[in-house]
């Protein structure tokens, strides 16, 4: 099984459908982190043996996040199988991997026989042993201190550690002593922590951060043991994954149909004249395509020519090909009927894409966009069949369960993705004025939206996954009559109209820190391609915008959503805690406030102050709320609940509001939250491979826990009309969603049909505002406003001058890779009825109007009554909430 290419390890739905999505201290801007950091991901110990694939024995690092991380502070060490690290068996590291990207340290000769590794990042000054030992990459430049032998995990100092063979130190168990020790796990971004898990054996791939592999096959073909054997394409593909004819030299004849004399695939694809066009997948068992890999010869390989071909045939990572030597091609004068498109819809059956494998295709059907995160790296697009995207499994259907072990393969075998004709990194320093295709600032290719084919594509397998080829290297240029789909524009310019007398909404902001980099010491940056730098990696608190002009541009996209957002009260994630910078708690959030109110008008936004007692040992990023001091008002003080729960995570954030000129009967109660990530844990917290990631457990305390405030709350206040909103890190069919849903809150996204989130090419809600039985009946509308989330990473702000198109606009789309919810509430009582639902409304409310007679509430008691009938807690509410802050922040006061 050939490993996962970097660019498409995206692709391992299954294997990283619970993997991290929030703030990681080395992802300066966390987009979908699959994991904590770099991992080894190969390493070559071969002995010396004369059939030795390579001079030289290598260690490859592999960075499975979506962020370049710094490796400045890294080291690689060398442990014999009995010994010590020694001063001498050190490497320091320097330089950064790319997200997706690999890092190449090139180790003592073999001395042997084999080829010349890729250029390497770094060399090995120590030798390392075939025979067994353990390879560290270690936090820290300096030698570790005497690691301990048999298992060792989760060592500080260690950052990953490879023991095989006869190794004193491993993870967990040692994994077998190889020629080539290759993960199995850690392409698709997973780190079980067992070596002999986590690694096999297989055929080296070694790859440098500049994306730069061996050459696919030596230009020159293998030697044939006799004369060329005449053969069709049909017979060379075979009617199965593996041609019965490799190894052989043959020769045969066909047209050109897709040529690629730049973009680094070297070679072209011929077809048989004649084929293609209507076709019967049952009994069309053998590809009439050919992939011929010959940088010789693809100069006259010109579209639409009828050729012969005479080289050796070979399986390269999956795909059938024809290696052809500078002498092996003849254009022929002959006229030929020319190959057809297959009009067909591409099958998610394996063995039914090999019998189209190299082919034309013209694709029937409907197809959508699924994944868009590798547009800003490899210029692909990963789409799937039908009219809607790939659904994250806990999304709709429980962890763990045989329903969910189905919906991970289909999704696998669903996803195929069209490409751009060429091997290039648009994210390696050497191409990043190259120009993307595909994405332009007017033409945004988002997720979910539809696609229409307008030429044919070649059905092709390479870099681990089945992919969609244009005809020719598509650029920018030459996209007018190269590129072969054209995207729908899904994009709105405001969510729904919810309806309501007040409007509330959930939006993560991904990490606005008015503390830029250059303010603090230590800050290490990711840069653009110039060498400016964009946002901080490393080395400090601060986790945001390197410098004011990267914060203006990044406060511009938030300023311009939130403004859209049109929302009343909006909680915040992700915000600045500003205390950690010796700065008042709230001088972030005031920040923000300012230029919220300097685009729509002084006054218009006032935050919430935050309340006087504050737990100790806050995350730097923190929850918060904004508001309109038009529409509604504050009531009482905030308060934070301090239980020892959210040590992990942040620690959720209340308040109470009412209509300005609506009195005690408009009152609700929000409660902002922000729970731990999937990116992290150990012990109860490791991740269970159900779907649900790491920290699942402490989720559940966090969810446990938030019920319980809001109840005490509710008793304390006497408002019933309770809204739980923010991050929570956990999909709608997760353990913690569970516990809420328990407690007769009803999740008022669901009813959308919307996801706020996008990750490994599916799509899930990890935001969400749940409300209780009270609340819900007064719901006139809910949206989830898709700005952020299905848009490409690269119109981030974090990804200005990137590439050489400039993407950025200081609009809403892309100002984080959460969407906000939107939620309208009727809180008078002469409100009008909406005949459809019979709900309180204006008749025309957005989507997700809950349903009535929700799962009571243990927090439904009590609800203040505008007719004044249900006097007691219309008394006991009016009392308590001019003590709220004081009052509430001490009743919170325990631990777990």
């Known amino acids: 099984m050939p490993r996962t290419h970097p660019r498409r390890f995206r692709l391992g739905i299954a294997a990283l459908a619970g993997a991290a999505l929030a703030a990681s201290p080395l992802l300066a801007v966390p987009a979908f982190a699959a994991s904590t950091g770099v991992v080894i991901n190969e390493a070559y110990v071969n002995g010396g043996s004369a059939g030795a694939t390579y001079l030289n024995k290598f260690v490859e690092l592999y960075n499975p996040t979506t962020a370049p991380i710094d490796l400045s502070s890294m080291s690689l060490q060398y442990r014999s199988a009995g010994g010590t690290v020694a001063p001498t068996g050190v490497l320091a590291l320097s330089g950064s991997i790319a997200p997706g990207g690999y890092y190449l340290i090139q180790g003592n000769s073999n001395a042997a026989n084999g080829a010349a590794l890729p250029t390497p990042d770094a060399s090995l000054a120590f030798a390392f042993a075939g025979g067994g030992g353990t390879l560290f990459l270690a936090n820290q430049t300096t030698p570790l201190t005497m690691p301990a032998t048999g298992s060792l995990v989760n060592n500080p100092a260690v950052i990953d550690l490879l023991g095989y063979g006869t190794s004193n130190t491993f993870e967990t168990s040692v994994a077998a002593a190889p020629s080539v020790t290759t993960s199995m796990n850690r392409s698709a971004g997973l780190d079980t922590d067992v070596n002999s898990a986590d690694f096999g054996l297989a055929a080296p791939t070694p790859q440098n951060s500049g994306g730069e592999a061996p050459p696919e096959e030596p230009e020159e073909p293998e030697e044939p043991s006799g004369p060329a054997v005449p053969a069709t394409i049909a017979e060379i593909q075979g009617t199965t994954d593996t041609s019965p004819l490799a190894g052989q030299t043959v020769v045969t004849r066909g047209v050109v149909t897709a040529s690629y004399p730049t973009g680094g695939f070297n070679g072209y694809v011929i077809q048989t004249p004649g084929t293609g066009g209507s076709l019967d997948l049952a009994t069309h068992t053998a590809s009439d395509g050919l992939f ?46 020319p190959p057809a498109p297959a009009a067909v819809a591409l099958p998610s059956v394996p063995a039914q894409r090999e ?166 010491t230590g800050c290490s940056y990711y840069t653009d391609r110039d060498g400016d730098p964009v946002t901080v990696n490393s080395g400090c608190d601060a986790r945001g915008a390197a410098e004011q002009e990267d914060l203006d541009r990044q406060q511009a996209k938030i300023v311009s959503a939130i403004n859209a957002l049109d929302a009343d009260v909006v ?197 969400h505002v749940f409300a209780s039985q009270a609340a819900a ?58 005949p459809g639902t019979g709900l309180p409304g204006t008749g025309a409310p957005g989507a997700g109007v809950p349903a009535p007679g929700a799962a009571a509430s243990s927090a439904g008691s009590g609800r203040l009554a505008a007719t004044g009938t249900d006097a007691a807690p219309v008394l006991f509410g009016a009392l308590a909430l001019l003590v709220l802050g004081a009052g509430m922040a001490l009743r919170r006061r325990r631990s777990a």
């Open 571 to 767: 909680s915040l994630e992700e915000i600045e805690n500003s205390s950690r910078f010796g700065l008042d708690r709230d001088a972030s959030l005031a920040e923000l406030t300012d230029a919220l109110n300097a685009a729509a008008g002084a006054g218009t936004w006032a935050f919430v102050p935050s309340p006087e007692a504050v737990p100790a040992g806050e995350d730097v990023i923190r929850t918060a709320f904004i508001y309109r001091a038009a529409v509604v008002e504050t009531v009482g003080d905030s308060v934070i609940d301090d239980d020892t729960a959210f040590s992990n995570a942040r620690y959720p954030l209340a308040q109470a509001f009412q209509l300005v000129d609506g009195g005690e009967s408009t009152r609700f109660l929000t409660i902002v939250n922000h729970f731990k990530s999937k990116g992290s844990g150990t012990g109860e917290d490791a991740d269970q491979n159900d779907g649900q990631g790491a920290s699942n457990a402490s989720r559940v305390r966090q969810a446990t826990a938030l019920v319980e405030f809001a109840d005490g709350l509710v008793t304390d206040t006497g408002i019933d009309r309770v809204l739980l909103s923010g991050d929570f890190n956990s999909y709608e069919k997760e353990d913690p969603i569970d516990v809420i849903l328990a407690a007769g809150y009803t999740d008022l996204g669901e009813a959308t049909g919307k996801k706020s989130y996008a990750f490994d090419g599916a799509v899930g809600s990890l935001d």
């Open 777 to 834: 009946a007064d719901v006139t509308g809910t949206d989830i406003w898709n700005i952020n989330s299905v848009e490409s990473i690269a119109l981030e702000y974090s990804r200005y001058n990137y590439n050489a198109v400039n993407l950025y606009s200081a609009d809403p789309y892309r100002s984080s890779d959460h969407d906000p919810v939107v939620v309208g509430l009727a809180l008078r009582e002469d409100a009008p009825v909406d």
């Open 355 to 520: 019998s189209l494998e190299s082919m034309l295709l013209a694709p029937a059907g409907d197809y959508t966009v699924t994944d868009n995160y590798d547009t800003n790296y490899y210029g692909s697009v990963v789409l799937t069949a039908g009219t809607d995207p790939l659904v994250t499994p806990t999304s709709i259907t429980e962890p763990g369960s045989a329903e969910y072990t189905a919906l991970v393969a289909a999704n696998a075998a669903a996803a195929v993705t069209l490409d751009d004709g060429a091997s290039t990194n648009f994210n390696s320093a050497a191409n990043k004025s190259k120009p993307l295709p595909y994405l332009t600032v007017e033409n945004p290719v988002r997720i979910g939206a539809a696609v229409t084919f307008t030429g044919p594509v070649v059905v092709d397998y390479r870099f681990g996954a089945w992919s969609l080829q244009p005809t020719q290297e598509l650029t920018p240029a030459n996209a007018a009559t190269v590129q072969p789909a054209t995207f729908e524009n899904t994009r709105t310019p405001e969510p729904l109209d919810v309806g309501g007398d007040a409007t509330v909404a959930s939006f993560n902001v991904l990490n606005y820190f008015s503390t830029t980099g250059d303010e603090l």
């Open 292 to 337: 011929v890999f010959s940088s010789a010869t693809v100069p006259q390989a010109t579209i639409g020519a009828y050729v012969e071909v005479t080289g050796v045939v070979s399986e390269y990572q999956g795909l059938t090909e024809l290696t052809v030597a500078s002498d092996g091609l003849a254009v022929l004068t002959e006229a030929v009927a």
